[in-house]
């Protein structure tokens, strides 16, 4: 894969499944065999609830080991890295105070990279073959922050009536933070929560598939229930139930982001 990749999951609409694809596209490249470092970069948690329970989550929140911390103090996160139970496969975790986290960066001088300069030292030590951001669902300046320090960006749509909602608000951003970040580059948008049974799916392929110089990934993930009880185990899909659907699916689609990352 050459040199650490960074690639952020956003979206600024709630519900489109950024949490839940980063976390099991995370797991499936660790189970590749590549060193994967996860970032919650979400004041909610998701995904850092991907991996531990909630007391333990909770307790790394209101602790000093959390992205929080390192971010309003100007700290180096090589410091604040958790090991998950899994190999190859470590985390940033988030806390609550994320929420005011845009008042922190307000006042700092190139407040735009800040979690760029953050992340330095661990991507020049090429510990991890990849890095992936899971951002909050808003447009602001934490998010510009994350797409300033990312490689590659990659979309999650929920397809369903209200999935494109915003899409054009996202895109609009993106733009922005490519005027700042010019090597930002938009890896793809990846189809969540598939119904093939409804005519909506069909409408969300096709729209989607009508941008210009846009990638939408092959492989789609599709409504599974083994993505619910997953989550509330703790765990990745491919863990809970790996011969379930979804799980079959965030492998095949892992694979599809390491290619691009070649």
Known sequence: MGRTK??????????????????????????????????????????????FDEDDV???AKGERNLYTAVKNGRDLQDYIVSTPYENLDIIPSSTLMSSIEYELF????????????LRSVRESEKYDVILIDAPPTLGGWVMNILCASDKMIIPVESSP????????????????????????L???????VDERKNYFRQTVETLRELEDVKVFENYIHV???I??????????LVYKKSSRSAKEYYELAKEVIALCQ
């Open 6 to 51: 960074t690639i952020c999951f956003c979206n600024n609409k709630g519900g489109s499944g950024k949490s839940t694809s980063c976390s099991n596209i995370g797991y499936a490249m660790s189970l590749l065999g590549y060193r994967v470092l996860l970032i919650d970069g979400d004041m909610q948690l998701n995904l850092s609830l991907s991996f």
């Open 58 to 60: 909770l307790e790394m």
């Open 107 to 118: 006042a700092k001088w190139q407040r735009e990279f800040i979690l760029k300069k953050a």
């Open 162 to 185: 209200w999935g494109l909602f915003g899409l054009a608000n996202m895109f609009e951003f993106l733009g922005g933070a490519k005027e700042i970040a010019p090597e930002l580059e």
């Open 187 to 193: 890896m793809g948008i990846a189809i969540t929560k």
């Open 224 to 226: 599974d229930s083994a």
């Open 228 to 237: 619910e009880w997953a989550q509330d185990d703790s765990s990745p899909v």
